[in-house]
């Protein structure tokens, strides 16, 4: 099974927990390990001709580093990041492939791709079905649960909504793409081709897989400005910021506390339980402080057997609270349309679950889970999806 990396490894659950948060402010900065940079070559082929491919895509999955392939099929990838990388390679009219990495010193590394033609099918029927009232339902669910429904979600566009198509109804949704999916994300300043591989959207939860490439807008040095500010906020007690702060063990430094909730379903980590991840309802231990116990980031994540790579490994599910940002009325909206009832007093403080419905979870010094689908999310987690993604490389300065 081919490794894999990222925050789209996540499933969304709409299994909204009861939040109850304290604390103070606090802000938090992140910066990656002074490590080395590889450089990645290679050549491009049609697998049937042997003839050389240009103009073909070649990026760092969830990055803004990528590069397109000369006339002669070649390609070159600069200052890489050490360690484990998903290297994509996408032409219009050919199967996508990708070649997990896992670069362990900075030297050149060489690849050969042979790409396989295939047909496009079903783009030129979406466009039809643009008109089409049923496929325009499809479109407004499938864009609230990929791109979220954040302020962010607002100023982000799929500028190509002719390469989708789609199976099922409200009740169950899975959407694809026959081309990357470009969206224009004005809030926080990308442009993203999305290489959607799967989609699925049921009335608890959302899950999607894919490889985002990023590239920056060009703006004014006033919305240059604008677009930091809201990157730094978007990145700011992210899942991906918490992992961090998890793997250099400065879980409160970065604003963050762990707990275990009692009646999470799993049970407390480390401990067998009945219920199984993710299923059935929670039971009224969310509806208030009761149940909830204080842990430490060695309950819940191990270091790994390779260099660089640990462990998350326990039962039930962890609550997280983000001292450094409090609760948007946008996602108190949310949240009150997805239970079907107001929360009471709301938490001052972002608050989030998460939790393992496949077994342990690999996450590599980068924060990035490496299994698909490996962890399951819910509150502020799942609020936020592709609108208020930054690359993986990103960190606030």
């Known amino acids: 099974m081919r490794r894999r990396t990222g925050f ?48 073909v895509n070649v990026f760092i999955a969830e990055s803004m580093r990528g590069t397109t392939t000369d006339d002669q099929g070649r390609f070159r990838l600069t200052g890489v990041p050490l360690g484990a990388q998903q290297l994509y390679v996408s032409f219009v009219g050919y199967e996508s492939t990708s070649r997990s990495l896992n670069l362990r010193e900075s030297r050149p590394y060489r690849f ?7 047909v496009l099918e079903g783009e030129g029927v979406v466009v039809e079905a643009e008109r089409d009232e049923q496929w325009q339902r499809r479109f ?28 099922g109804g409200m009740g169950s949704l899975e959407a694809f793409a026959a081309r990357p999916i470009v969206i224009e994300n004005k809030a926080l300043g990308y442009r993203v081709e999305y290489h959607l591989e799967d989609f699925k959207v049921t009335q608890r939860r959302t899950q999607y897989d894919g490889e985002p490439f990023f590239e920056e807008l060009e703006g004014s040095p006033a919305q240059e400005a604008k677009w930091e500010k809201a990157r730094r906020e978007a990145f700011l007690g992210s899942f991906h910021h918490l992992m961090l702060a998890m793997i250099e063990d400065r879980v409160e430094e970065q604003g963050f506390k762990l707990f275990y909730r009692q009646n999470a379903p799993g049970g407390p980590p480390g401990r067998a339980s009945s219920d199984p991840p993710g299923g059935g309802s929670f039971g009224s231990g969310f509806s208030g402080g009761g149940g909830r116990m204080s842990i430490e980031v060695s309950d819940i994540m191990t270091d790994g057997d390779a260099p660089d790579e640990h462990i998350l490994d326990f039962q039930g599910a962890a609550e997280i609270i983000y001292l450094g940002e409090k609760q948007s009325e946008a996602y108190s909206t949310w949240r009150e349309e997805r239970t079907g009832r107001r929360g009471g007093r709301a938490p001052r403080y972002q608050t989030s679950q998460f939790w393992l419905e496949r077994g342990p979870a690999t996450v590599d010094y980068k924060g990035e889970v490496v299994e698909r689908y490996g962890v399951t999310v819910s509150g502020y987690f799942g609020f936020e999806r592709v609108a208020d993604q930054v690359p993986k490389e990103y960190r606030p300065q």
């Open 8 to 55: 789209r490894r996540l499933v969304f659950s709409f299994c909204l927990f009861a939040l109850l948060a304290a604390g103070q402010e606090a802000g938090a900065q992140q910066s990656d390990p002074a490590r080395g940079r590889a450089t990645l070559v290679g050549t491009v082929v049609d697998s049937a001709t042997g003839d050389p491919l240009s103009d």
């Open 140 to 167: 407004e669910r499938f864009k609230a649960a990929f791109l979220g429904e954040t302020p962010n979600a607002e100023q982000a566009k799929i500028r190509n909504r002719e390469v989708l198509s789609f199976d």
């Open 112 to 118: 050969e791709f042979a790409l396989q033609e295939t």
